[in-house]
């Protein structure tokens, strides 16, 4: 017979863990409407699935009366599970021990699962809710924050990795989810900030508040540093639970083949799509009509509206979109859409996901600010992100594809495998009117009528450039087709692609212009 005490030790130590903060700090955090660290894992992984490692960890630190405040799990709780049927690998902090600051055992916690997340080719995701590093560790709390650093830019892509800010991440931590893939926040209770109020206070006498200053508002459409945001935790749950099922567990995953039964015709997009170029409308329809039904993820959606970047599901199978979006400026390229367009257009490349370009764009944007903000090489990112991907790239020109915003959207001389255009599209190195003051300035001024001369000019380019059969003339669209063609022309390219190998130069790595 096994001594009984040995057993209950054990039973008493699990309870005291699951306990973490205890009763008053958990009614607390439900208070503020936050699920506790264990909740929100409960709720997100397959029922039943959710298994914990290092549950019996604790601090060795004994200074400034930490030998006092201890608690089994040093206030992280980490395992692995599955999402969805998929093996993910988790970490999810526990803000009533201790505020859920990261010490030198919480750190190795996290890195351990990381480790394990990156040796099984499987997602990771971590969940932030944390006043930041313990102070009373010192040192040993900064080199736990360097150990997960240096995990999440090795593990970039090899697996997707996400997270997910359910309350306070400030300071140094704020790098860990940056490093990530996928960043979620929740509107009312989390915040992502490098310096908080009260030290901006101090040092510059602006007075903010943590939601002005890195809530979900500022950082979903702002900045641009997260990438979904949700209403609540539940939602926000619900929302990561999707985003992973577009998702391959790494790059070393094929996906299937497309479903045959997918090729289909459309007959909507004429309604759609104005074949005025200056009318605009809503990209996203277009996607809709192309995608699977009901199955368009968009990504960053109130970020650089001006294009637009999600997943959709094609014969079941996940493809990336990138679209201009001609309701919001016309769908011109700035500094904001070239981040955005690029990072999204890498991490499709990192994970073998096929990518889908939709090109109705006037230019990249005029003006003094986009000039002082950088838009060379923001630009260049995208340029750079298209070049360097090796997927299957499929390009469907719809109305306007101009100057270098045209070569920017996966033009044929940037790698695009294959390239569509619509009868009303417009590939050219500017709009008529413009083309017409630099090529017809000469004729215009000396004209009797100028006015008349102009609109002659313009005519002239008009008939000669202003059509998709002078890039098909010369191999740079591969075919000009029927709106009606679109789902069955784009189908049948990326089943053509599917076999595609593609080598880059040999080097240790390229030097993108951040």
Partial sequence: MWDPKSLQTLKDKRAAHVAAGGEARTE??????????RERLEYLFDRGSFVELNSLVESRINDFGMDKKKVLGDGVITGY?????KLVYASSQDFTVGGGSLGEAQAQKICRVMDMAYEMRAPFLSINDSGGARIEEGIDSLSGY?????????MSGVVPQIAAIMGPCAGGAC?????????????????MYITGPAVIKAVTGETVTTAELG???????????????????KSCLNGIRLLIGYLPSSYEEKQAGYAEDYIKKATNFQSIVPDNKKTPYDIRRVIDEIADRGTFLEVQAEFAKNIVVGFIRIGHKTVG????????????????????????????????????????????????????????????KMLYAYSEATVPKVSVILRKAYGGAYIAMNSKGMG??????????????????????????????????????RAKIIAEYEEKFMNPYVAAARG???????????????????????SKKQSLPAKKHGNIPL
């Fill in 476 to 498: 740079f669209v591969d075919e000009v087709i029927l709106p009606e063609e679109t789902k069955e022309k784009i189908v049948s390219a990326f089943i053509m692609l599917e």
């Fill in 81 to 85: 599970g599955r999402i969805g049927g």
């Fill in 215 to 233: 809530g979900a508002a500022v950082h979903t459409a702002k900045s641009g540093v997260a990438h979904f945001s949700y209403p609540d935790d």
């Fill in 175 to 191: 790098y860990a989810p940056a490093l990530c893939d996928f960043i979620f926040m929740t509107e009312s209770t989390s915040q």
């Fill in 416 to 453: 695009a495998d294959v390239v569509y255009a619509w009868p009303i599209a417009e590939i050219a190195v500017m709009g008529a009117d413009g083309a017409a003051n630099i090529i017809g300035r000469k004729r215009i001024s000396a004209a009797a009528d100028p006015d008349a001369e």
């Fill in 321 to 380: 979109v990138v679209a201009n979006q001609p309701d919001v400026m016309a769908g011109s390229l700035d500094f904001n859409a070239g981040d955005k367009a690029a990072r999204f257009i890498r991490f499709c490349d990192c994970f073998n996901i096929p990518i889908l370009t939709l090109v109705d764009v006037p230019a990249f944007l005029p003006g003094k600010q986009q000039e002082y903000s950088g838009i060379i090489r923001h630009g260049a």
């Fill in 146 to 154: 360097a150990g997960i650093f240096l995990r999440h830019s090795r």
């Fill in 28 to 37: 607390k955090q439900h208070a503020s409407g936050k699920m506790t660290a």
